[in-house]
């Protein structure tokens, strides 16, 4: 296994991690939750640089980095839902999460028909967004245990509803861009 992988599965392994430091109410464990988030979201970008660099791309890694990506972006929007200082509203995270379980059904799909579908620009674009906006909510929700009152009560509902807009968006560019794999399947022509 490359070193590229070997970075997507270490940000795989800090996915449970990050959950458990992100829910617990206090400054210092939503600071580690910041800090672990910060350094799965530099193995995604190192991963991809350090594969490219050295000529060591791979089907796993093509398969692997974007669901992995899903998987810490998903646990994030997931664990904001269940905080009620955060006010995120849980139908926008569904619509990301079912954005990101129809690109990976159409990952596998592809799989079954001998394809590999690396991430396009729009869904790096979508998970430089999605990161962001995480990295943006955990800093209030650090912000908010130093200070022991929830300050910018409006950003996070904000900035997860830019995030879903954008997560839409890419996943309807990226379904109509491959759409001669269910076309057929589904009796449309493409």
């Given at each position: 296994?490359n070193l590229a992988n070997r970075l997507t599965l270490l940000r795989l392994a800090l996915v449970p ?9 206090n400054f210092w464990t939503r600071v580690l939750a910041l800090l672990i988030f910060f350094l799965a ?150």
């Amino acid at each position: 296994m490359n070193l590229a992988n070997r970075l997507t599965l270490l940000r795989l392994a800090l996915v449970p991690a990050f959950m458990i430091f992100t829910v617990l109410d206090n400054f210092w464990t939503r600071v580690l939750a910041l800090l672990i988030f910060f350094l799965a979201s530099l193995t995604d970008f190192f991963d991809g640089y350090i594969a490219r660099k050295t000529n060591s791309v791979t089907d796993f890694g093509k398969m692997m980095d974007p669901l992995v990506d899903k998987l810490l972006t998903s646990a994030a929007f997931i664990c904001f839902v269940g905080m009620r200082e955060l006010r995120v509203a849980p139908w926008m995270v569904v619509l990301i999460i079912g954005r990101e379980l129809l690109v990976t059904g159409l990952r596998m799909l592809a799989a079954a028909k001998g394809e590999v579908l690396p991430a396009d620009s729009q869904g790096k674009i979508k998970t430089a967004v999605q990161m962001t906006v995480v990295v943006a909510i955990l800093l209030v929700l650090c912000a908010n245990s130093f200070y022991e009152e929830h300050i910018l009560i409006d950003l996070p509902r904000w900035l997860v509803f830019v995030s879903m807009i954008v997560t839409l968006n890419s996943g309807v560019i990226y379904l109509y861009r491959h759409r001669r794999l269910y076309s057929k399947d589904m009796g449309f022509k493409s």
